[in-house]
């Protein structure tokens, strides 16, 4: 009886010492038979009670050697498959790899041709002027000399707000004017840029929000002369020392008399063909000697003061700066396009 027993712990030593785990899982197979919690050694101990106790000492060291024979071959086989990497480590950082470019913006082409503005304006005397966006009728339309139902409303298809006639977005930065001239004592001299809507088709030459630089110029003895001085100046500093202008006769219901001005182009590239229509002549901006209603609208003496005023369009001037096409590219915000611009006019 007892041999058989020791017979049975001689055949599992062998059959531990020629086993060959030879990957990872096999390893833990053999793990499992011969040092799991439910292995096949555990069953051999019960043995102990058939072995006769001059016996009991030798099996007992049988059985150890079994077990020991079990740990040493899991571990060298363990030991040669190499310790698997821990997942929980995670990737390994390189701290030393330079970082990547940080994304630095650019200033809007609006912004570029804007600033560029104001700092012409600023040379010979005028200063900024902001004001709100969301106006009151009066200060947009009545207060410029264009009362309820006039028709020169049409021109300026406006965005009201909720149900009010009285609450509007701004059509042109005309309603400065008033807000200036209802607060200061002539001279005043200054420019208002801004943006204004219009509830017009979107099209690649028209948007329902564009961007005015206003000008306006009030004072003892304002002259026509002036005032196309003025332009001619800053036509040349924004398109080159060579520009040419033209006034034409206009209609503003704010200015007496009115002009549109346009600057030669040529019609050499597609974006000027394009801008001017095929004529080379773009149309800048609208001007006029202001009406005296509008003077006495807002509080100043007409006989005593005279005043020009002027409304520049800044993203036509953009496009022709920039090459651009199409206004709506302007606000888009789609950065493969805005990127393109530096931070220099
Ligand atoms: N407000 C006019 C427009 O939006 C431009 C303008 C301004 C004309 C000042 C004359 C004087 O078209």
């Not at 943006?195 to 003892?220: K, P």
């Not at 609208?297 to 953009?318: H, M, P, Q, V, W």
Request: overall charge negative.
């Amino acid at each position: 009886m007892s041999e058989e027993i020791f017979d049975r712990v001689k055949l599992v030593l062998g059959e531990i010492q020629s086993a060959q785990p030879s990957n990872a899982e096999e390893l833990e197979v053999f793990r499992i038979k011969y040092l799991g919690s439910k292995n096949t050694i555990k069953p051999l101990f019960a043995e102990m009670r058939h072995i006769p106790n001059e016996q009991k000492k030798e099996f007992g060291q049988k059985l150890n050697e079994l077990k020991q024979a079990a740990e040493s071959k899991h571990q060298s086989v363990k030991d040669s498959l190499g310790t698997p990497q821990k997942s929980s480590a995670g990737p390994s950082i390189d701290m030393t790899v330079p970082a990547g470019d940080l994304n630095i913006g650019s200033r809007h082409p609006v912004s570029l041709v804007l600033n560029h503005m104001i700092e012409v304006f600023a040379r010979i005397g005028f200063s900024v002027a902001e004001d709100r966006e969301i106006e009151d009728d009066w200060h947009n339309f009545t207060a410029m000399n264009t009362p309820p139902h006039h028709p020169a409303r049409d021109m300026q298809d406006t965005f009201y707000l909720k149900d009010s006639t009285s609450e509007l977005l701004r059509t042109h930065t005309s309603s400065v004017q008033a807000r200036m001239m209802t607060a200061h004592e002539p001279p005043i001299r200054i420019i208002a840029p801004g943006r204004v809507f219009r509830n017009e088709t979107i099209s690649a030459r028209s948007h329902c929000q564009f961007h005015q630089v206003e000008g306006l110029y009030v004072d003892e003895g304002v002259s026509f002369a002036d005032m196309k001085q003025t332009l001619l100046y800053f036509a040349k500093e924004m398109y080159g020392a060579e520009t040419k202008i033209r006034l034409r006769p206009s209609y503003f219901p704010f200015t007496e008399p009115s002009a549109e001005m346009d600057v030669w182009l040529g019609t050499e590239t597609t974006t000027a063909k394009k801008l001017t229509k095929g004529t080379g002549w773009l149309e800048v901006l609208g001007c006029g000697m202001i009406d005296p209603n509008v003077l006495d609208n807002c509080g100043i003496d007409s006989k005593l003061y005279s005043g020009y005023a002027f409304g520049i369009g800044i993203e036509r001037s953009a496009m022709q700066k920039y090459n651009i096409s199409d206004i709506r590219m302007l606000f888009e915000n789609d950065n493969r396009f805005l990127s393109q611009f530096s931070s220099a006019f």
